[in-house]
């Protein structure tokens, strides 16, 4: 279900950056279905509902992920020193262990684009309204100005240049690295498992051998599609016709390069990418009034037809999975 879950996260995170309009069936079918993106955007909701600003959803965004990790790991810590003692304990915990870090793979796949989203969306200004009011505000929030004196802003930015190191760079590192290791120990020793290859199965599996980075390429396009473009022309349609042209060539890349090993994922990626590519023009057309209403109708239903056919081929495709 990884594709859905990746379509999903980027078209509303999308909307959340532009703020720009799409049929509105296509939108309220998106909030429907918002719940199935996964994207973890519920570790900032106590900020909405306790009327916390920007700051504070900052801090909720960037440290719960942190806390939780440390929650999937701290009992296995104490089951490594118990262990040590007892010696017939350690093959199974080793299973565990591995268990747990294929779990943290796949939680830091959910968060990360809306975590890095969030940590981007601190160094965006407005400076349009500066010749009016004198003040720089902070796009995500113009309860708070980006040009304050006391220099909150600039605590919160350095605060959040730490995140950047930690979230858009180091996930994607860190799957790198990971991958990277993968493919030097099955060099060294044919397909001989080892616990890294299991604990890392979620990274890798659905790919062929010569595209095994692909991951970290993956977690490239979805900062492009979503939170690399706060920083592009934020309101404009040249934003939404840089998106537009992020989303075509990253489906050109992939089409090249296709690495999935399975062809029902090889569908529904194209399908993914073609929903994407076609939302993102739609909505550059409605930013500039070329689409009319009777229009905007029918390419609401036939978005919401696609979105809807995703997510059948990823339900069936899961569905004959278990079934074998």
């Given at each position: 279900l990884r594709i859905p879950v990746i379509v999903l996260q980027?078209?509303?995170?999308y909307i959340s950056i532009t703020g720009i309009a799409l049929p509105l069936q296509y939108l309220n079918f998106l909030r429907a279905v918002d719940f199935m993106s996964l994207d973890m955007r519920w570790l900032t909701s106590?900020?909405?509902?306790?009327?916390?600003?920007?700051?504070?959803?900052?801090?909720?965004?960037t440290?719960?992920?942190l806390v939780i990790t440390a929650l999937i790991f701290s009992p296995r810590l104490y089951l490594c020193f118990i262990s040590r003692r007892r010696p017939a304990v350690a093959p199974k915990l080793r299973q565990i262990v591995t268990r747990d870090v294929n779990a943290f793979l796949v939680f830091t796949f959910l968060i990360f684009s809306g975590v890095s989203l969030t940590v981007f969306e601190t160094f965006a200004c407005d400076k349009e309204l500066k010749e009016f009011t004198g003040n720089i505000y902070l796009h995500a929030d113009y309860s708070l100005q980006c040009s304050d004196?006391?220099?909150?802003?600039?605590?919160y930015s350095i605060y959040a240049g730490f995140m950047v190191v930690v979230y858009p760079v180091g996930i994607p590192l860190m799957y790198a690295a990971i991958l990277w290791r993968v493919a030097a120990r099955q060099r060294e020793h044919g397909q001989q498992p080892s616990r890294l290859t299991s604990a890392s199965s979620f990274l890798w599996s659905s790919y062929e051998g010569r595209a095994y980075?692909?991951?970290s390429a993956e977690c490239v396009r979805r900062l492009m599609l979503s939170g690399l473009l706060v920083f592009i022309m934020p309101g404009t349609p040249g934003q939404s016709a840089v998106a537009c042209i992020f989303a075509f060539v990253t489906t050109m890349v992939y089409e090249k390069i296709r690495p999935h090993h399975d062809s029902m994922d090889m569908w529904l990626y194209t399908l993914g990418c073609v929903i994407v590519v076609f939302s993102m023009f739609t909505s550059l057309l409605m930013q500039t009034r070329w689409v009319e209403e009777s229009s905007e109708q029918a390419i609401g239903s036939l978005l919401i037809a696609l979105n809807v056919l995703m997510l059948v081929m990823a339900v069936a495709q899961v569905a004959l999975v278990y079934t074998k």
């Open positions: 980027v078209l509303t995170q106590p900020g909405c509902a306790a009327d916390i600003d920007f700051y504070g959803r900052l801090l909720i965004a440290l719960a992920p004196d006391e220099g909150l802003h600039k605590k980075y692909w991951e």
